[in-house]
């Protein structure tokens, strides 16, 4: 069993420890070897920086004044990347857990362990009775191999990455209508569009340098409508804000597209030529008059009008989402009515004509593209495609018969662990004790397994309950390619050699393959050869990067895919030609109709709780949660209830409450603010153990995309008798681990 029994223990040994300065402070008289041009780790806009080394440590960063989507700019996460390099809390070398205690172990020890487990747990239970579960933060490269470690090396079906709660609703919906994941125009687009439609994304505080493209648009006389549960940043700046019940978009396209047709602003030529389905559309969007989606939304119908008009007069305009519509059991539905928009009016394919989704992960499109997303091989190939799954093996040198079939998503796979398929797992990349739905149902999981395998450069939530943690490299420590959330593939830069005893993942999975047996489909030994292998791989597949090389990215600043031939300099804008990825080159309509959460407040439960992020911490927290500058700002989660609904309940400004759901409860500091609906609530997501927003919600899956619906649950909030207010806010008593060492 992994289980934690001295978790005291791990935490006191492992942090997370606050961080705050480089090794030897902030001195400006250090000499600076060298400047590494590379790019943040951190979110899909992938900003550029220079990590500054000196005596081989990473001492400090500089803007990078080059790249164009930042042009120097970093938000507060960026600008305190480089502390993770040198962390005291990094993880230097392997652990092996002996009696609930991680124990120091070499890498020939950790990885005979590795293996001999594996082989006897598949020997008893077979191929499939170990899982691969990845991430989307790691290189393209270490994706592409993670994907083919799973299927070739370990020979299991059971491989899926942490994508899977990212932006694979708008995979799904992009494959659907337009027959390949990435209709995205380039960023430099969107000051070009009269109108920018943003459903479910708060570009000021969680993308803020995207930021920049956006106020262009309005220096350019533009308009924004903003759709969101919450007068966040972004809807505050904007003209229209459409402050709809979560879980009800399909309802508000529906509504914006009906005011469109009855108005006549749709183009019919467009529709005619390029598209299919489009009567199907019609019946549907005939049932819902802005009357009607106003009920369903509470939006008062007035303000859908006058959106729809504001969109649909325009000559040019862009529709951008991101999660807060794709994180439902709905959420492909939600994605294709508001691309059903963007046919319907055919501004897509030219300059301010778009579409695009924005995602958190910093390899959040590039992190699908090759191999380690379920259904999916390299180049955006199927899983299930006979065709598909022919080349690929022809390509490998590998028997058609060896190739597992399709896999599951991670959700389901941790389903698989509590019911005892899945007996074994190695996770590299993510934290499923902060990230996934109904954190109590996810320990079930992970205490449930035979053997656990975590490789991460930091204890996570997760690898505590870890058998071996085998330590891996930041991004500083090695290179690769990203692609962007406009599928701009970037290089990151080597700064130093990897630190202590760590080595990359590719290594790692490529060691134990070697040592299973299978060393023959692992014959590289840098990134470069397995970028090389992956663009020969992707040759001819939706996802392209056959004629992308290293160099051609250090000249262009990024190339967006597909670049097939060397020629070529990539696709900033898809589908100019109107040509679209359906064998018959036209778009497909998709009639929706409303069908709402899974969980909808009632009596027991009267609140709408929606999660999401805030700037000053990523992701699951495990790495921005050791930074003393960005705990300082936001130390723990907190609960938005607006004014009206706390004064009924007795509760102030600042007061710890409990929120409990159907799976789980937590208590969070309430934070009284008058830009949420009345019934709503929100908690970011950042954090783990009793402050998890994700004990409370629904793991409920969109039966397409299987992404699990964190945005919408029934909730309800109790007033407790303590009166201790929390540090929200404050900056917390006592030293932080840096400040220690430093004898303050």
Not at 607 to 625: A, E, I
Request: charged share 25%; with cysteine; aromatic share 8%.
């Amino acid at each position: 069993m992994s289980k934690v029994e001295n978790l005291g223990e791990i935490v006191d040994k492992y942090g997370p420890h606050l961080y705050d300065a480089p090794i030897d402070g902030w001195l400006a008289d250090r000499k600076i070897d060298r400047a590494v041009p590379t790019h943040c780790p951190y979110c899909g806009v992938q900003c550029g920086m220079n990590l500054l080394v000196s005596n081989e440590e990473v001492i400090g960063f500089e803007p990078r004044y080059d790249f164009p989507v930042n042009e120097g700019k970093l938000c507060p996460k960026g600008v305190t990347a480089y502390l993770q390099i040198h962390h005291p809390d990094r993880l230097l070398y392997p652990l092996v857990k002996k009696n609930g205690v991680f124990e120091r172990a070499t890498w020939d020890d950790a990885l005979d362990l590795v293996v001999s487990r594996i082989k006897e747990i598949q020997a008893k239970h077979g191929k499939n009775a170990v899982g691969v579960y990845s991430g989307s933060s790691l290189t393209t490269e270490k994706t592409y191999v993670m994907g083919k470690f799973a299927r070739l090396g370990l020979g299991t079906r059971y491989v899926d990455y942490n994508g899977r709660l990212c932006m694979v609703s708008a995979a799904a919906g992009n494959n659907k209508a337009f027959g390949v994941d990435r209709v995205a125009n380039s960023w430099d687009d969107i000051p070009l569009a009269e109108v920018l439609m943003i459903a479910g994304s708060n570009c000021a505080e969680t993308f803020p340098i995207l930021n920049k493209y956006l106020w262009q648009q309005r220096d350019n006389g533009g308009s924004w409508i903003v759709i969101d549960p919450r007068a966040t940043a972004t809807a505050r700046q904007g003209d229209i804000h459409l402050q709809l019940k979560p879980g009800t978009d399909v309802a508000v396209a529906n509504g914006l597209l009906n005011v469109i047709i009855r108005e006549g602003l749709i183009d019919e030529e467009f529709i005619s030529k390029h598209t299919n389905d489009w009567d199907a559309v019609k019946a549907v969007i005939d049932q819902y008059p802005p009357s009607r989606a106003g009920e369903l939304s509470g939006i008062d119908p007035a303000k859908i009008e006058k959106a729809a008009l504001l969109y649909g007069q325009a000559r040019t305009g862009m529709i951008l989402h991101a999660r807060g519509i794709e994180h439902h059991s709905n959420g492909v539905d939600n994605v294709l009515s508001y691309i059903n928009i963007v046919l319907a009016t055919g501004k897509i394919g030219e300059p301010g004509r778009g579409y695009g989704t924005i995602t958190g992960q910093g390899n959040g499109q590039g992190g699908r593209e090759h191999g380690q997303k379920a259904d999916q091989l390299p180049g955006q190939r199927s899983m299930t495609n006979p065709e598909d799954r022919k080349h690929m093996c022809e390509f490998w040198g590998l028997p058609e018969d060896e190739l597992p079939e399709a896999g599951v998503s991670v959700v389901e796979m941790y389903e698989k662990m509590r019911e005892g398929e899945i007996k074994a797992l190695l996770s590299t990349c993510n934290n499923g004790m902060v990230s996934l739905p109904d954190v109590n149902a996810i320990q079930r999981s992970l205490e449930g397994l035979e053997f656990y395998v975590n490789i991460d450069f930091f204890m996570s939530e997760s690898s505590r309950f870890a058998d071996v943690v085998l330590p891996t490299t930041t991004w500083a420590e090695d290179e690769g390619v990203t692609a962007s959330a406009e599928a701009r593939v970037v290089k990151i830069n080597k700064a130093i050699d990897p630190i202590g005893e760590t080595r990359p993942d590719w290594w790692i999975a490529k060691e134990i393959a070697r040592r299973m047996g299978r060393e023959k489909y692992f014959q590289f030994d840098s990134p470069r050869e397995i970028f090389n292998e992956l663009r020969e791989a992707s040759k001819g597949g939706k996802a392209d990067y056959y004629g992308i090389t290293y160099e051609k990215i250090d000249a262009q600043n990024g190339v967006m895919w597909p670049c097939p031939t060397e020629e070529s300099k990539g696709t900033p804008r898809m589908c100019e030609d109107k040509k679209f990825y359906h064998p018959d080159g036209r778009a497909k309509f998709f009639a929706i109709e409303y069908k709402g959460p899974a969980e909808v407040p009632d009596d027991e439960y009267p609140l709408s709780l929606t999660t999401g992020r805030v700037v000053y911490q990523y992701l699951s927290g495990n790495q921005t949660r050791r930074i003393g500058f960005l705990v300082q700002q936001c130390p723990e989660p907190y609960v938005e209830i607006h004014p009206e609904t706390a004064a009924k309940m007795g509760i102030v400004d600042g007061e710890n409450v409990k929120v409990i759901s159907r799976r789980g409860e937590g208590i969070f500091p309430a934070l009284v603010v008058k830009t949420i609906r009345k019934d709503t609530i929100f908690i970011p997501y950042h954090w783990g153990d009793a402050k998890a927003a994700n004990l409370l919600t629904n793991a409920k899956l969109d039966p397409v995309s299987k992404i699990p619906e964190f945005k919408a649950c029934a909730a309800k909030i109790e007033k407790i008798a303590s009166r201790e207010l929390p540090i929200l806010g404050q900056a917390r008593k006592g030293s932080s681990l840096s400040e220690a060492q430093r004898g303050k």
